[in-house]
Structures are given as structure tokens and as C-alpha cells.
């Protein structure tokens, strides 16, 4: 309730919970920016950054496969384990538990697609409807570790210009895809 805030409730809640975290040995904690002057008050900062991208589909031309491209049902157990192996060198959360897998892999509404790329890339994504025909495509998740699966994978996005009009997906400033 409003009366009872600013009592420093909040504080004493987050301080315990370091000191537990920090008795059984979990070494990092990560939080959602949703009141920061809390999070601040017990010693935590802004790390990391989430820029969000979106580009006509239009402006990719000129890239083929270069490596093997093979579809796969994201939701089947095996290819999660694949695609958590392919993951765990990449920038982002230190382990991937079920509920994180589960947000990935089964949006809100619709359906994921998912492709493996060679052997260290895959993609997850969405399609976002748009008025008429046409839907955008929304990256989930993606790893294109190398050039040529990165060259791969803007081909394989690519191949839905006829059907898709844009493309999103989140990532760094100085995100790989960008260059």
C-alpha cells in the first residue's frame, strides 16, 4: 500500500536475500530494472544492455547458405539440449532453466520455428501478424557464432521476403548481425 512505503521493507527483504544467496554459494544475481532505487540501495548497478532491432527483410540480399541448414521442432527435448550446448559459449544468462527454455520456445500465441546452422548456430523465431497477408518475423533467440552462419542464417531470413515484410530481433549495440 502507499502508506507503507519508503520503510526500507524493501531493503531488509533484498539484504536477507543476498545473504542467503551468498551462504549457499550462488555467485551472481541477476534482476529485472523494475525499481531500481531498491536494487541501487543494496549495492546493485545497470549491467548489460538490450538494444532492440527492426529492419525491412527488403534490405538482405546478396547472402546464400554456406552451411547446412536443418529445420527442427523446437519444443522436442533433444534439440533443446542442442541448442543449450550450442548456447552456453554465448554472451547472456549463465544457465538456461526450464521456465527460460519454455518462454522461448512457446510464445504467447502462435508457434516457434527453429533451424540448427552448421555446427555451432541455430535460430528461434516467430511470425508476427500484419495487416493483409504479410507477417513479420521476430527472433526469439539466435547464436551465429562465425561468419558463415551468420551469412547463413541473414540467407535463411532472407527467403521469407516473399511472405515477411520486417525483421526483429534483440541484441547488443555492437551486435555481430550488424556487421
Known sequence: LPDARSRGVARVLMEESL????????PVAGLYPASQRVY????????????????????????????????????????????ARRYRPVHGNLDRCPAIWARLTQPWGGRRYAWLLGDDGYVLLSHSPQEGPHFDLDVADLSAPTAPIARTLLALLASHRSIARKLRWCGTSADPLLA
Open 40 to 83: 541501487r540501495s543494496a549495492g546493485y548497478e545497470q549491467s548489460g544492455e538490450r538494444v532492440r532491432y527492426e529492419m525491412s527483410l527488403d534490405a538482405l540480399t546478396g547472402f546464400r547458405s554456406e552451411v547446412q541448414v536443418v529445420p527442427v521442432e523446437p519444443l522436442d527435448v533433444r534439440v533443446q539440449a542442442e541448442l
Open 19 to 26: 545473504r542467503w544467496m551468498h551462504g549457499n554459494g550462488i
